[in-house]
Nanobody, 124 residues
Framework: QVELEESGGGLVQAGGSLRLSCAPS????????VAWFRQAPGKERKFVAG????????DYTDSLMGRFTISRDNAKNTVYLQMNSLKPEDTALYYC?????????????????WGQGTQVTVSS
């Protein structure tokens, strides 16, 4: 397992933007498939976006495509989630995770390294 640290969450008005960052401790993030998940209070943790380590291919949950963008900067050893046109329903705790399988996947069970999460709150 890899220790991960998320940052960049906060309180933003509807229509605003935030950029979340995910950095591993002691590992090179370019080697891994990394994804963002989110969990709203009382709800299941759900896949948001993922990016592969080898090709940089990306995957998004359909409902968020076009507003959210996942990217990686291997020089900074960081994966980002740019979130635009935020809505109150985007309010959640956002987690980054590293997959234990080598392919892009949306399945929660395929990820075995998780950060502590960063809170995103969107006010109306």
């Amino acid at each position: 397992q890899v220790e991960l640290e998320e940052s960049g969450g906060g309180l933003v008005q509807a229509g605003g933007s935030l950029r979340l960052s995910c950095a591993p401790s002691g590992r090179i993030i370019g080697s891994y498939v990394v994804a963002w998940f989110r969990q709203a209070p009382g709800k299941e943790r759900k896949f948001v976006a993922g990016i592969s380590g080898s090709t940089g291919s990306t995957d998004y949950t359909d409902s968020l495509m076009g507003r959210f963008t996942i990217s990686r900067d291997n020089a900074k050893n960081t994966v980002y989630l740019q979130m635009n046109s935020l809505k109150p329903e985007d309010t959640a705790l956002y987690y980054c995770a590293i997959s234990r399988v080598g392919l892009l996947t949306q399945r929660l069970s395929d990820f075995d390294s998780w950060g502590q999460g960063t809170q995103v709150t969107v006010s109306s």
